[in-house]
């Protein structure tokens, strides 16, 4: 029983490695439309993958200082017993 499932698994390896030389020999430069705006976009692209942390990073502290800033006026107020 090992032995029929090492087998395939070594047919499906190999049929896969096949299948991935395959597509790698098309020309990518037909497939590839590369215009005048095609920096612009990586360029945009890579500034929101940059700056994006930069910018969670700001909201994140500001959720926080507003936060601790409630919880400082909750904690001012003084309390009855009376509740």
Do not use: C, Q
């Amino acid at each position: 029983m090992m032995n029929r499932i090492g087998i395939k698994f070594i047919l499906v390896m190999a049929g896969l490695s096949g299948a991935f030389t395959a597509e790698a020999s098309v020309d990518s430069y037909r497939f590839l439309h590369v215009t005048i705006s095609t920096p612009w976009y990586l360029f945009i692209f890579l500034l929101g993958g940059i700056f994006s942390p930069f910018i969670l990073m700001a909201v994140l502290a500001w959720y926080s200082a507003i936060r601790k800033s409630n919880r400082k006026a909750d904690d001012s107020v003084p309390k009855s017993s009376v509740e």
